[in-house]
């Protein structure tokens, strides 16, 4: 089932008011925030959900505008594995003041600074405990966020600014809520600068495709096992449709350096490789997801016709690295009708192989012509079907077969 679901973004700007990055916030569905102010369930969760709407459903170039994202990292996010499935360039990781600073803490921290994340240190009010508290995170901090309304003495915010810079560190006054605490704040030297006096949090919106939990555990309980190869991946993949097109989402949003298209599910986990593939699937099971009857409609269409296109590429002695195209090409053929939008835009997140983008969008070569072949039936225009067939050079009896074949496969799938 598709939810339309809400991630809120507010800018950080700096001292020329240019904008130098956003804070994403946790705003669950759109129902929800059309109901409440948008409450957090638990940090991890929290964070998790951000990261699968950002990522899988958004997409950070949207979201982000070419910035940076600020994300606020729980306790036990910050302890697994899961930031290092993030583009370091793009993602700053922002630990709340909710987290207990201890060894744990301060070594997750530097190894995150050492793999190149910019840390920031959020919410932070300079008493002589938060100080002390803070010392050991401060080598490997790149930003502070000092929470500006605590800090009424403004000769103890200039001295912490100073401090902070003398350490390399960027300070950050949030919670800027007039032209005054702006005023105040720049003259005492903050460097960057969040708040209500800028702009409120916007509401950034999409259409979420659910995942399947119990085909994201089974599939995380699989990687790892030395007798599992990519082909037996890829199939688990192919019962799953509405993952799949997520992986595909993910790999583009997640600014892979992708030096060549995709050109079908098995490329694909080629190049997002086991490790990172088993990060992006703890961040879904982290964010949770529907149940399996809850499959759409859609969805299982687009598993009919990725079957079908693989059946007909079958029937033409096609090679498996085409077979393998035209599955894909089907499965994602209907995403603009699952997303509500032109195929193009949705096309536009995901990097394909220009064979198969051609045969989308501009119905060229014989995957063109699958797609037109489909159109037809689904109309139920079959007199129309009769020049696509010969061009193709398949009988109608070739098409039945095709057809309930993948009929009986789509079945087994769901």
Not at 9 to 23: A, C, T, V
Not at 102 to 119: P, Q, S
Not at 252 to 266: E, P
Request: proline content about 3%; overall charge negative; some cysteine.
């Amino acid at each position: 089932m598709n939810e339309e679901i809400c991630v809120a973004r507010q800018p950080i700007l700096d001292r020329n008011k240019e904008l130098y990055g956003y804070e994403l916030l946790f705003r669950g569905s759109v129902r929800a925030v059309a109901n409440s102010a948008g409450s957090i369930l638990n940090d991890m969760n929290a964070t998790a959900v951000v990261l699968d709407n950002v990522l899988n459903n958004i997409g950070i170039e949207k979201i982000a505008n070419n910035s940076l994202a600020f994300l606020n990292c729980s306790y036990d996010f910050l302890l697994s594995e899961l930031p290092y499935s993030l583009n370091k360039d793009v993602f700053v990781l922002e630990i709340l003041e909710s987290v207990k600073i201890d060894d744990k803490i301060v070594e997750a921290v530097k190894k995150l600074k050492e793999y190149g994340f910019r840390m920031a240190l959020d919410d932070f009010v300079p008493t002589r405990e938060k100080i002390l508290e803070i010392a050991p995170l401060v080598p490997y901090l790149s930003i502070c966020k000092l929470e500006y309304p605590q800090i009424k003495d403004v000769n103890i915010l200039r001295n912490v600014i100073k401090f902070f810079k003398q350490k390399n560190i960027l300070s950050l006054a949030e919670k800027i809520e007039t032209e005054e605490d702006f005023k105040i704040s720049y003259e005492a030297g903050s460097d960057l600068f969040q708040g209500y006096f800028f702009t409120k949090p916007e509401n950034i919106k999409s259409v979420k495709i659910s995942h399947d939990a119990v085909g994201i555990l089974h599939i995380l309980g699989l990687i790892g096992k030395q007798e599992l190869n990519i082909g037996d991946l890829e199939q688990e993949f192919k019962n799953l449709p509405d993952l799949t097109i997520n992986l595909l989402k993910y790999l583009n949003s997640a600014s892979f350096a992708l030096r060549s298209r995709i050109t079908s599910i098995r490329h694909a986990l080629s190049l997002l490789g086991n490790s990172n593939l088993k990060r992006w699937l703890l961040i879904l099971s982290y964010a949770g997801s529907s149940s399996q009857a809850d499959k759409s409609p859609l969805l299982m269409n687009a598993t009919m016709r990725a079957n079908f296109f693989m059946e007909l590429a079958k029937k033409l002695n096609w090679s498996p690295e085409m077979m393998d195209k035209a599955y894909l090409m089907g499965l994602i053929s209907h995403l603009d009708v699952i997303y509500k939008t032109s195929l193009e835009a949705v096309l536009q997140q995901i990097s394909l192989d220009k064979e198969i983008t051609s045969a989308l969008l501009e119905r060229k070569g014989p995957m063109g012509a699958f797609i037109n072949l489909i159109n037809l039936i689904e109309h139920d225009d079959f007199q129309a079907m009769e020049g696509i067939l010969i061009g193709l050079k398949l009988s109608s009896k070739d098409v039945t077969d095709c057809l309930n074949l993948a009929y009986k496969n789509s079945i087994v799938l769901s």
